[in-house]
Each structure stands twice: as structure tokens, then as C-alpha cells.
């Protein structure tokens, strides 16, 4: 008997066109056999720029057209709240969106100075993630534990957002959200190729900052893409071994002697800074001695700025916010061994937007 045993052909997935920078868009194209490719820049240029796939509009012939759109999809998130608070340079706010699958995230706008010619400028902090698995013990989004990884597409689409939806003039971009960037690296990676493209968002590497944890297999895989301009910092909050596994769990399977070698192979040039963010917790990370031994570690990693920021007690405080001159007494005792050190404001946080405070409900 002739029995035909090949299976039916298998209905490929649609991409997110948010996720593919143009040489993958065109890959696609030429991977699914669609028609017109000769068309692919100006259809993907058109959709990143309106946060719209509309293929017709750079002439596509119907037929072709839903060809295409059965292969591709873009969905932005859907803004559900926005909650502001009001500071010297601007409001900082805080705005929480729905994924398609009714995952909700949250991106915060930083105000900067104006530029030159006087505009509101803006750094975006966005997610990388739904929750985090990392559990650090100051942190918000980490109680919950990780939900799910986002999509590259999901990442991009909450800068198209920023810029489209709300208007906001992203001129930087931090991956300091909800999520650690580097425990989801797939999807951060094709989303960097998306941002840096420069017939999309075109932003140069200088104005993205991958903050992480301290993953130190991650910040090689960094290393690796040879992206040699962009900004990288990590959360180091403590600088002796069992201080930082009891505030970062990741501590215990990446322990300082780990880490340090992992961020000084980091490349250095002469603009960069490796951002070492340093969470201040009274009587907890301020000891005699403890900013010594931040000067330590400094010193091992190349050029290096030491953030200070005010610890933000948040429904599961872990310590208290320490006051103005606990704060000063940190920075000055970190300037006294010489680091180079600044003091981070605490931005949002009435609204719940400051560090480690993403994914708590909003007053
Ligand atoms: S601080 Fe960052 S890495 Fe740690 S739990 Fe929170 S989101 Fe995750």
C-alpha cells in the first residue's frame, strides 16, 4: 500500500516585528517565502517609526500584504495607569501597561536637564521581565518571583510607547526595571539590535545602560557582542560576601570573587564608567569600614562611579530610609578613599517608581 506519511506542513508562528532589527526582519521574509521583499526597509522602517504594521502603505499589492500580516504582528502595550510625581527637572512617572496576554509591566520616566534647545528630555527605565527571579531582599519585584520572560518585541515596545503613547522624549534608556536584563539575554540581545538600528530607533550604545544584578556568565555574554560603547552597571549594595547574600541571593551562587573579575573584563575606553549602584540601608551597609571596603572593590574594576542611593522601605521593609546625613556621611567617607561617588536622588517615590520598588501597587 502507497501511504502517504508526510506530516502536514507545520503553520509557522507569527513574529513580533518589534523584536527583529531589519537584517532579521529581511531574514524572515526571505526564510518564509513571502513576495515583494524588495519592500521589506521601507515597511519595517514605516512600522517603528508609527508603532503600526501596515504594509499596504509602502504599496504592497493586497494579496501580498495579508500574506505579510499573517506572518507578522505588532501590538504595543496598553497603557492602564499613570501616576506622576512632581520634582525640580520635570515629573517622574510612573506608567503600568498590559502585554497581550494581560501581563502587566511598568516603565518609568526619569526626567533629565532640558537640551540645548530647551525640550523636556527623558530617561526611560524599562522591564525586562514579568517579576524576577533574583529575590533580592530590598527589592519589590522580586517577591512575586519571576511570572515570564519578555519578548524583544515587548522590550522595544515599551520605548515606541514611551515616545508614541505618551509623548515623552526618550533620550536615554536604562534596563533597570522590572527584571534582571541579563537573565533574560535572548530577548535583550535582538532587542538592542532593534533600538541601535539606525533606520529605526537609531539610538547610539552611549545612551543604553544594561544594569544587572551581577550575573557574571551574563556580562560576559555581554562582552561578547562586541558592543564595545554601551553602558553597564550593577547592583553591588554590599562589599563583603555574607552582607550582599543576605540582600541579593545571587550572592551565594556568584559571590564577589566571581563578580569583580567579570566587570573588570568589562571593556574599557575613555568615556566609559562602569555604574556601581550601591542601595544605602542603614546600619546594614554603612558600618565602620564598609566604605573602605567599597574603595576596594573600586579600585579593582577600571574607572567606576559609585551610586549612592537612598534605601526605599517598601511593603516589606527590610530596614529604614536612611536620613539626610546618614546619606552624606556614606558619600563623604567613600570621597575621603578617594572613589568617585554621587549621590543618586530618590526619584518617585511617593509613587512607588524608585529603585526596587516596580511591581507594588501605587498609593
Ligand atoms: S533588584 Fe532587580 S534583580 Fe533584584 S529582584 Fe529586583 S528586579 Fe530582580
Same mark, same amino acid.
Given at each position: ?240 560576601? @555574607?552582607? /550582599?547574600?543576605?540582600?541579593? *541571593?545571587?550572592?551565594? =551562587?556568584?559571590?564577589?570573587? $566571581?563578580? +569583580?573579575? &567579570? %566587570?573588570? !573584563? ?46 526605599? @522601605?517598601? /511593603?516589606?521593609?527590610?530596614? *529604614?530610609?536612611?536620613? =539626610?546625613?546618614?546619606?552624606? $556621611?556614606? +558619600?563623604? &567617607? %567613600?570621597? !575621603? ?27
Amino acid at each position: 500500500m502507497n501511504e502517504d506519511r508526510s506530516a502536514p506542513p507545520v503553520a509557522q508562528a507569527p513574529s513580533d516585528v518589534l523584536g527583529l532589527d531589519l537584517a532579521a526582519f529581511r531574514a524572515e521574509l526571505r526564510a518564509r517565502g513571502l513576495r515583494a521583499q524588495g519592500l521589506a526597509a521601507e515597511v519595517w522602517v514605516d512600522a517603528l517609526k508609527r508603532g503600526a504594521f501596515e504594509p499596504e502603505r509602502a504599496g504592497l499589492v493586497p494579496r501580498a500584504a495579508a500574506a505579510w500580516r499573517e506572518a507578522f504582528f505588532l501590538r504595543l502595550p496598553v497603557p492602564r495607569a499613570l501616576v506622576t510625581e512632581d520634582g525640580e527637572l520635570g515629573p517622574t512617572e510612573k506608567a503600568l501597561l498590559s502585554l497581550a496576554d494581560g501581563a502587566e509591566i511598568e516603565m518609568v520616566r526619569i526626567p533629565m536637564p532640558p537640551g540645548p534647545d530647551g525640550r523636556e528630555r527623558t530617561t526611560l527605565c524599562v522591564s525586562s521581565q514579568v517579576g524576577c527571579r533574583m529575590g533580592c531582599a530590598f527589592c519589590e519585584t522580586g517577591r512575586g518571583g519571576l511570572v515570564r520572560n519578555l519578548g524583544a518585541g515587548e522590550i522595544v515596545g515599551q520605548v515606541l510607547a514611551a515616545r508614541l503613547v505618551f509623548g515623552w522624549n526618550v533620550r536615554k534608556l536604562v534596563f533597570m526595571g522590572m527584571g534582571e536584563p541579563l537573565d533574560n539575554f535572548d530577548a535583550l540581545e535582538a532587542a538592542l539590535r532593534v533600538l541601535l538600528d539606525s533606520r529605526g530607533p537609531a539610538f547610539s550604545q552611549e545612551r543604553i545602560t544594561v544594569c544587572t544584578s551581577g550575573l557574571g556568565d551574563g556580562i560576559a555574554r555581554l562582552r561578547a557582542l562586541g558592543l564595545k560603547r554601551l553602558g553597564l552597571s550593577v547592583s553591588l549594595n554590599a562589599p563583603d560576601d @555574607p552582607t /550582599r547574600t543576605r540582600l541579593m *541571593r545571587i550572592n551565594r =551562587e556568584q559571590p564577589l570573587d $566571581a563578580l +569583580v573579575p &567579570a %566587570l573588570a !573584563a568589562y571593556p574599557q575606553r575613555a568615556s566609559f564608567v562602569l555604574g556601581v549602584n550601591y542601595c544605602l540601608i542603614p546600619g546594614l551597609n554603612d558600618r565602620p569600614g564598609d566604605a573602605a571596603r567599597v574603595a576596594g572593590i573600586a579600585a579593582r574594576l577600571g574607572r567606576a562611579l559609585v551610586n549612592v542611593i537612598p534605601y526605599n @522601605p517598601g /511593603r516589606a521593609p527590610i530596614g *529604614r530610609a536612611p536620613s =539626610e546625613a546618614e546619606v552624606e $556621611a556614606f +558619600v563623604a &567617607a %567613600l570621597e !575621603a578613599e578617594g572613589v568617585p561617588v554621587r549621590r543618586r536622588a530618590t526619584k518617585g517615590r511617593s509613587i512607588m517608581a524608585a529603585c526596587g520598588q516596580l511591581g507594588s501597587p501605587s498609593p
